[in-house]
T-cell receptor
Framework: KAGVTQTPRYLIKTRGQQVTLSCSPI?????VSWYQQTPGQGLQFLFE???????NKGNFPGRFSGRQFSNSRSEMNVSTLELGDSALYLC?????????????????FGAGSRLTVL | EDQVTQSPEALRLQEGESSSLNCSYTVSGLRGLFWYRQDPGKGPEFLFTLYSAGEEKEKERLKATLTKKESFLHITAPKPEDSATYLC??????????FGPGTSLSVIP
């Protein structure tokens, strides 16, 4: 069974640019969550998508956005990059029985996309 | 405010020296508590889910326990390959998963 695939694995951008990261979840998982991981802040929740709808959002500025496609693949975009956006961006997929399923579904993470902003 | 803390921040053990990691949480309704292991350059890997106070789960040298306010990850006779960062996470009644800062474990041969 294929795991969660994130692309690209590494990328370098300059301030002011924008970036798009991609995530392919485990087959059958319709929920995709995104996290930002930095040494100082740890894992911070960005947003969660289920059936192409954003279900939850963390406390990040509007420069951070995402979307989910009908095949459950997800992308996140960061516009007008800042130095502080340098981080490991992790995607996780989980099985969710439906929009109202609030069970403790296990998150399966990808290897992450390492973004460096110069 | 929902919060998850972990202690210690870093732990250095000799091979075979057992110890425990702590995860304390203050959240509005607990749906479940998770333990993950993260190796450098990789995403977190799932270890356990605990749902209610008094519950225990075991896997090889690891045992996780849960009380109403905290969870412990006990490591018995650790080996160098157990070196990693251990993350605790809580799913709240608001359907959010909040991670703690992690404990970096080093096991010295």
């Amino acid at each position: 069974k294929a795991g969660v695939t994130q692309t690209p694995r590494y990328l370098i951008k300059t301030r002011g640019q924008q970036v798009t990261l991609s995530c392919s979840p485990i087959s059958g998982h319709r929920s995709v969550s995104w996290y930002q991981q930095t040494p100082g802040q740890g894992l911070q929740f960005l947003f969660e998508y289920f059936s192409e709808t954003q279900r939850n959002k963390g406390n990040f500025p509007g420069r951070f956005s995402g979307r989910q496609f009908s095949n459950s693949r997800s992308e996140m975009n960061v516009s007008t990059l800042e130095l502080g956006d340098s981080a490991l961006y992790l995607c996780a997929s989980s099985y969710r029985g439906g929009a109202r399923d609030s069970g403790a579904n296990v998150l399966t993470f990808g290897a992450g996309s390492r973004l460096t902003v110069l | 405010e929902d919060q998850v803390t972990q202690s210690p921040e870093a732990l250095r053990l000799q091979e075979g020296e057992s110890s425990s990691l702590n995860c304390s949480y203050t959240v509005s309704g607990l749906r479940g508590l998770f333990w993950y292991r993260q190796d450098p350059g990789k995403g977190p890997e799932f270890l356990f889910t605990l749902y209610s106070a008094g519950e225990e789960k075991e896997k090889e040298r690891l045992k996780a326990t849960l009380t109403k306010k905290e969870s412990f990850l006990h490591i018995t006779a650790p080996k160098p390959e157990d070196s990693a960062t251990y993350l605790c996470a809580v799913k709240t009644s608001y359907d959010k998963v909040i991670f703690g800062p992690g404990t970096s474990l080093s096991v010295i041969p």
